[in-house]
């Protein structure tokens, strides 16, 4: 994940697109785990507009696709990046409590997904929901038994992760093909579920996803 540089909005990240030096996320010696909480996208539509793009990120040297099960938007990560094996059931149990505490009153909202746009280590698209996955955020931020790094709240862009930077081989040309091909044709996404998830970063492939609960929205 990236620190810094940041950018507080998806416009200034767009406009630094030819800029930005791709920063691909890279492990120690161990694998790197953390909790996050995700919308998984599972809906069917939503999944084959995704594979044909997903087919032609995969041309590019610098970019490493999501895979097709694990696609999703990213709400917030709750501990700081570490090399534990395993993570310890008290921050689980933190987690847990944090989202417990937030979502009681949430009912499902749409959300769409009008345009691609990229940070330093990922390519997104811009998730759009009147404000509901932001607001998600902030609320989660709040909570004193919530871990807040620095691109979190303020700086929290919703997003859904489409592909990873594996290096610079092909970038410019990886920017050409976003600036001709912005507008995303996905349909709108109806959410009525959200995931905890154990995300595990390696250098060998995107991070990998293991989800431990799920919440409904009612």
């Not at 030819?18 to 998984?40: C, G, H, M, Q, Y």
């Not at 996955?133 to 992760?161: F, K, M, V, W």
Request: proline share 7%.
């Amino acid at each position: 994940m990236h620190d810094s540089p940041m950018a507080s909005s998806a416009d200034e990240y767009w406009e630094q697109r030819r800029e930005i030096v791709p920063s691909p996320t890279e492990s120690d010696a161990d694998s790197r785990r953390r909790l996050v909480l995700l919308v998984t996208v599972e809906d069917p539509d939503v999944l084959s507009s995704y594979s044909e793009i997903r087919d032609r990120l995969g041309t590019f040297e610098c970019v490493r696709p999501t895979p097709l099960d694990e696609l999703h938007i990213t709400i917030k990560t709750f501990e700081p990046t570490s090399t534990a094996v395993d993570i310890a059931d008290a921050t689980i149990q933190r987690a847990q409590a944090a989202i417990a505490d937030s979502i009681g009153d949430w009912g499902p909202f749409e959300t769409t997904f009008p345009q691609i746009n990229l940070f330093p280590d990922v390519v997104y698209a811009e998730a759009e929901s009147s404000g509901m996955l932001t607001e998600l955020n902030r609320t989660l931020c709040r909570l004193p038994q919530t871990t807040t790094l620095a691109r979190d709240e303020g700086s929290y862009i919703p997003h859904l992760t489409l592909g990873y930077f594996a290096g610079n081989d092909e970038y410019y040309h990886f920017v050409d093909f976003i600036e001709e091909n912005r507008t995303l044709p996905f349909p709108t996404l109806s959410v009525d579920e959200l995931a905890l998830a154990v995300c595990t970063v390696t250098d060998a492939r995107p991070p990998t996803y293991e989800i431990l609960d799920r919440y409904d929205l009612q």
